[in-house]
């Protein structure tokens, strides 16, 4: 079945940096495109960046909150999906979470999800 494992959350403070993994298991991972959305405390889902299935070109999408901060990449021969988060601020802070929804490029329906890593942006 499709497994998503999200790793690499922890405390940092305001304007550092975090590298966010999720490795991806039981289905072709290159087939798929991929997101990553969070969850602040008391909040909705809120989707993050995608990234379509295609290595290059105009393949990312950011919301407008991380644009320019975040990147997201990823490595189909080791079915990883990353997520490079720099100039970190405290609005930041929630549960992140890897996702395979129904459109990559914006909020959309999630079909799978992993547990979540937990970000914390506190001084």
């Known amino acids: 079945q499709v497994q998503l494992v999200e790793s690499g959350g922890g405390l940092v403070q305001p304007g550092g940096s975090l590298r966010l993994s999720c490795l991806g298991s039981?289905?072709?991972?290159?087939?798929?495109?991929m997101t990553w959305v969070r969850q602040a405390p008391g909040k909705g889902l809120e989707w993050v960046a995608g990234?379509?299935?295609?290595?290059?070109?105009?393949?990312?999408r950011y919301a407008d909150s991380v644009r320019g901060r975040f990147t997201i990449a990823r490595d189909n021969s080791n079915n990883m999906l990353y997520l490079q988060m720099s100039n970190l601020k405290p609005e930041d802070t929630a549960m992140y979470y890897c996702?395979?929804?129904?459109?990559?490029?914006?909020?959309?329906?999630?079909?799978?999800r992993g547990k979540g890593t937990l970000v914390t942006v506190s001084s």
């Open positions: 996702t395979i929804s129904d459109m990559w490029s914006q909020q959309s329906n999630i079909r799978h």
């Open positions: 039981g289905f072709t991972f290159s087939n798929y495109g």
């Open positions: 990234i379509s299935i295609t290595l290059s070109g105009n393949n990312k």
